[in-house]
């Protein structure tokens, strides 16, 4: 297949790329910065606001997987620009070129978009995908890890401290970013789960905070003390960071829209749908993929 592929320099997009390359598909993929080049990749210049760029990102394509948005913005405005805009551009695209299939990756979070503002802004990027006529498909990961991500580096690095932290008695899923990348792709080219919206994780069922700090712990071999944070220490934090960030002109990593995120008693996904397809099962159970992801910390450097 020939897949047009958004996000590709980002976290999963870099993996999406190569799992799609190695399965010999060819890409082409969206750019914001000039990029090396690489067999099987054809590089389109341009942002999900530029609708020639997008035009011909998508021109002779089998198949759409949008995997740009925003999971971090200051405000209401820079989520919409980001997961709503920036969608609805793609699917207006993808139309325009005569591609069918639609592969939209969203967020678990859509299934409480009363709890935040990102979380918001993709059930309504959802529901312009279920509007648009395409053959489309829906998938909403919990969080995404493994080498080459950044956002649960903190953890890793308290753990190497002998820190693990436990934001309340809450659960959680996982997957790991190479399952993801090859979930999205089997999608676009069987053409299986038409028409639904699919929640994954790793088969493991979730795991809570606990778990998960011992997992890390067992990873950059530490045995962890608990660090408990309640909803009203992640808003302390929360204020904190986003003062922070307010004087050094950038953006809270701990936004009040994560801590009400983190805090959140069920963030477990029912993979049973997608799996039930038939065209994908998950390889990366989470002590292995923990252990991935810190082997590759370590060897970046990042652990100190």
């Given at each position: 297949?020939?897949?047009?592929?958004?996000?590709?320099?980002?976290?999963?997009?870099?993996?999406?790329?190569?799992?799609?390359?190695?399965a010999?598909?060819?890409?082409?993929?969206?750019?914001?910065?000039?990029q090396?080049?690489?067999?099987?990749?054809?590089?389109?210049?341009?942002?999900?606001?530029?609708?020639?760029?997008?035009?011909?990102?998508?021109?002779?394509a089998?198949?759409?997987?949008?995997?740009?948005?925003?999971?971090?913005?200051?405000?209401?405005?820079?989520?919409?620009?980001g997961?709503?805009?920036?969608?609805?551009?793609?699917?207006?695209?993808?139309?325009a070129?005569?591609?069918?299939?639609?592969?939209?990756?969203?967020?678990?979070?859509?299934?409480?978009?009363?709890?935040?503002?990102?979380?918001?802004?993709?059930?309504?990027?959802?529901?312009?995908?279920?509007?648009?006529?395409?053959?489309w498909?829906?998938?909403?990961?919990?969080?995404v890890?493994?080498?080459?991500?950044?956002?649960?580096?903190?953890?890793?690095r308290?753990a190497?401290?002998?820190?693990?932290?436990?934001?309340?008695?809450?659960?959680?899923?996982?997957?790991?970013?190479?399952?993801?990348?090859?979930a999205?792709?089997?999608?676009?080219?069987?053409?299986?789960?038409?028409?639904?919206?699919?929640?994954?994780?790793?088969?493991?069922?979730?795991l809570?905070?606990?778990?998960?700090?011992?997992?890390?712990?067992?990873?950059?071999?530490?045995?962890p003390r608990?660090l408990?944070l309640?909803l009203?220490?992640?808003?302390?934090?929360?204020?904190?960071?986003?003062?922070?960030?307010?004087?050094?002109?950038?953006?809270?990593?701990?936004?009040?829209?994560?801590?009400?995120?983190?805090?959140h008693?069920?963030?477990?996904?029912?993979?049973?749908?997608?799996?039930?397809?038939?065209?994908?099962?998950?390889?990366v159970?989470?002590?292995?993929?923990?252990k991935?992801?810190?082997?590759?910390?370590?060897?970046?450097?990042?652990?100190?």
């Open positions: 297949m020939k897949l047009a592929i958004t996000g590709g320099t980002g976290f999963v997009g870099q993996h999406l790329i190569e799992r799609a390359v190695a010999g598909h060819g890409v082409t993929a969206l750019t914001r910065r000039g090396p080049s690489r067999s099987g990749v054809t590089w389109t210049p341009g942002d999900l606001s530029d609708d020639a760029a997008l035009m011909e990102l998508c021109t002779g089998d198949a759409v997987i949008h995997v740009a948005g925003v999971v971090n913005a200051k405000d209401e405005a820079g989520f919409r620009a997961n709503v805009e920036g969608t609805r551009t793609m699917l207006r695209a993808a139309a070129a005569g591609v069918k299939r639609f592969i939209h990756v969203s967020s678990l979070s859509a299934r409480e978009p009363g709890l935040s503002l990102y979380g918001a802004s993709k059930a309504k990027a959802d529901r312009l995908v279920e509007a648009s006529g395409l053959d498909t829906i998938v909403r990961p919990p969080a890890y493994g080498p080459g991500e950044t956002e649960m580096l903190d953890l890793y308290l190497a401290k002998g820190w693990g932290v436990v934001p309340g008695k809450g659960r959680f899923s996982l997957i790991y970013v190479t399952d993801l990348a090859d999205l792709i089997a999608l676009a080219a069987s053409g299986a789960g038409m028409h639904g919206i699919f929640e994954i994780e790793d088969g493991s069922g979730g809570d905070h606990r778990d998960m700090a011992k997992l890390i712990g067992d990873a950059v071999g530490t045995r608990a408990r309640p009203a220490a992640l808003n302390i934090g929360a204020a904190a960071d986003t003062l922070r960030a307010k004087l050094a002109g950038g953006r809270p990593k701990l936004s009040f829209d994560r801590a009400r995120y983190i805090a008693p069920d963030w477990t996904a029912d993979v049973g749908p997608l799996r039930a397809l038939g065209i994908w099962q998950p390889h159970p989470p002590h292995d993929g923990v991935r992801t810190a082997d590759w910390y370590r060897q970046n450097g990042m652990l100190r």
